[in-house]
């Protein structure tokens, strides 16, 4: 879920950024190739070898494709220390589709596989890097991000959101309605964690992170399909993101990717690709967010995309932003920028981070377009009196249901209220809820996104949701 820039803020960019970098890139070509520093991961980047043409997301046969099968072996090579890791932890289980069984009973050893692990290239840096933070309130995150349990508990709800996006990839195909790949989202994940949500409290213990967002086209992100509203068909030449979370006790793995149906998007899709990989790659203890945002830019903004006969630069979108997350908000107050600013912010030991870029072919400025995408409790507001009883009674509902998680209609839908909208809007004006529209570009324009989750450790960054697809 993409964190909304502030209007108000200014974007020192480099002048001339965008000019001087793209005419560096010639025929849509990355300068360089996307990734590579994966030695010690679990999960290494799928398109390593630079094949623009596997930017797409989809999921392969393995049994019909031979040059993939290499690639992969390729991988595992790399990966055998940690592979026999995994290896040992599941069971004989298999994930069904649409799938349904919990990852508790593929993992019976309760033991979930760690992330990309990327460790600090330390060599002819200070050796106080790690000492930004006090000692006091260093030892206060140690007890969280070192602590085996809430690493086991993020790497399970990162491992739920793998299997679930697999199902994502093999399944929604031209012709489903967007209704139906978002329940089936929520049906995977749900079931999955083991909580339906449906019990006062079960959803506060695990569940979705946010609405399930699948904005297509030049609407970038926030849409979700409402109760009511008439079926929206994917379409052959549609680029679709697809954005959902998975929480585990407020703790939010949110990570996100785009499909398209038509490899004349490739190109796009692998500039967003590479921006995102870009900004996880120069994360960790001490960077800061204005430069990360350079970095981003620069790799997002050095490829082209031709759209039927048309050249377009790929434009890092300037209206959102990567985040931090805290315990059931999403947004917690760091933003990480897709372009250039002069934000001197650090990321610290013990953040969370949802790195994530959006290109296009628009302009880059996104509007509020029309609907709501969902609501979530405003974390400042703390006492607010109501009138309306009915107002007073949906918030006890969603802080029993949802905490701070930003939940949408549908997600009421499903507990068995009715005739909400009253209390729901009320509760909006009086600023207890904030409301997230949708957020589109310009007519005609497409956009794309790449997310991961990130845990900035005290040695390094692991990309939490990192999987063998992107
Ligand atoms: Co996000």
């Given amino acids: 879920m993409g964190s909304k820039t502030f ?30 520093e994966d030695g010690d991961s679990n999960y290494g980047e799928g398109d390593e070898d630079g094949d623009g043409g596997d930017g797409r997301i989809g999921v392969v ?76 309130l260093r030892h206060l995150v140690r007890l969280r991000t070192e602590d085996e349990g809430f690493l086991n508990d993020y790497r399970k709800g990162a491992e739920v959101h793998r299997q679930v ?13 967007l209704l139906e790949i978002a329940e089936g989202i929520e049906d995977g994940v749900r ?37 009511g509203q008439k079926d929206i068909v994917l379409q052959q030449e549609d680029v679709m993101k697809v954005d959902f979370g998975v929480h585990i006790n407020g703790w939010i793995v949110d990570s996100a990717f785009t499909m398209t149906f038509d490899p ?55 209206s959102l932003s990567g985040h931090n997350i805290e315990q059931y908000k999403i947004h917690a107050g760091k933003s990480v920028p897709f372009i250039k600013t002069s934000d001197q912010t650090k990321m610290e030991e013990g953040d969370v981070f949802a790195i994530e870029t959006f290109g296009t072919t628009g302009r880059g400025h996104l509007q509020d377009g029309p609907g709501v995408y969902g609501y979530g409790l405003n974390h400042d507001v703390t006492h607010t009196h109501l009138n309306l009883s009915s107002a007073r009674s949906l918030l006890k509902t969603v802080k029993e249901n949802f905490g701070g998680i930003v939940f949408c209609r549908r997600y009421l839908d499903r507990l068995g209220l009715d005739r909400y909208l ?49």
């Fill in 7 to 36: 209007e108000g803020q200014p974007h020192y960019e480099q002048a001339n950024a965008s000019g001087s970098i793209k005419s560096m890139a010639v025929g849509g070509k990355p300068r360089g190739s996307s990734s590579g």
């Fill in 165 to 177: 996006r697999q199902w994502v990839q093999q399944t929604a195909k031209p012709g489903k309605t």
């Fill in 264 to 318: 004349v998007y490739d190109n796009l899709l692998a500039a967003v690709k590479d921006a995102t990989n870009t900004g996880i790659k120069v994360a960790g203890i001490d960077a800061r967010m204005g430069e990360i945002g350079g970095a981003i830019q620069e790799a997002m903004e050095s490829y082209e995309v031709e759209i039927k006969g048309k050249t377009y630069g790929v434009k890092a979108i300037r």
């Fill in 422 to 470: 009253l209390g729901l809007n009320s509760l909006v004006n009086h600023g207890v809820l904030e409301m997230y529209p949708p957020l589109n570009d310009i007519k005609g324009s497409y956009t794309a996104q790449f997310e991961h989750t990130i845990l900035i450790r005290s040695a390094g960054v692991e990309v939490l949701s990192r999987g063998d697809d992107y």
């Fill in 61 to 136: 046969n393995e049994a019909e494709n031979t040059s993939e099968n290499q690639k992969r072996k390729k991988q595992k090579k790399k990966n055998k220390k940690n592979k026999k890791n995994k290896k040992a932890s599941t069971s004989g289980l298999k994930q069904t589709s649409p799938p349904r069984v919990p990852v508790a009973d593929l993992f019976p050893s309760g033991q979930y596989p760690v992330g990309e692990w990327l460790g600090y290239d330390t060599e002819g840096k200070d050796e106080n890097l790690q000492r930004t933070t006090g000692e006091e």
């Fill in 191 to 227: 079931s999955l964690l083991g909580h339906q949500g449906l019990e006062p409290g079960d959803g506060l213990k695990g569940g979705m992170g946010f609405p399930t967002g699948l904005a297509l086209n030049n609407c970038a992100a926030h849409y979700t399909p409402n109760p």
